[in-house]
Nanobody, 120 residues
Framework: QVQLVESGGGLVQPGGSLRLSCVASGSIARINNVGWYRQAPGKERELVAV???????NYEDSVKGRFTISRDDAKNTVYLQMNSLKPEDTAVYYC??????????????WGKGTLVTVSS
């Protein structure tokens, strides 16, 4: 089994910064694409940023220039650095990963999410 655990959420003022972490553990042979998603109250879940195994990145338009996704494969961890936060960034942020397990299965996993609240 594989688990994804997010951390780093919290309350921050507009213009502030947070760094989210997503740590994968369990029967992992290789971590492929990893994405950060968010879901605001009353809205659908949306993709915020994605990083491939080759470290290619892509971002949702509203976070370009403010958010940075990165990965540390030695630690099985993916980060989301969020700067210049706005109230509209308030949401539960979820980590999603495509993982090759030690049983040679390609499986998609979700974490349980971490809440980010941007408010003065």
């Amino acid at each position: 089994q594989v688990q994804l655990v997010e951390s780093g959420g919290g309350l921050v003022q507009p213009g502030g910064s947070l760094r989210l972490s997503c740590v994968a553990s369990g029967s992992i042979a290789r971590i492929n694409n990893v994405g950060w998603y968010r879901q605001a109250p009353g809205k659908e879940r949306e993709l915020v940023a994605v990083v491939t195994r080759l470290r290619t990145t892509n971002y949702e338009d509203s976070v370009k220039g403010r958010f940075t996704i990165s990965r540390d494969d030695a630690k099985n961890t993916v980060y989301l650095q969020m700067n210049s936060l706005k109230p509209e960034d308030t949401a539960v942020y979820y980590c999603n990963a495509d993982i090759l397990t030690t049983r040679a299965l390609n499986v998609n996993y979700w974490g349980k999410g971490t809440l980010v609240t941007v408010s003065s």
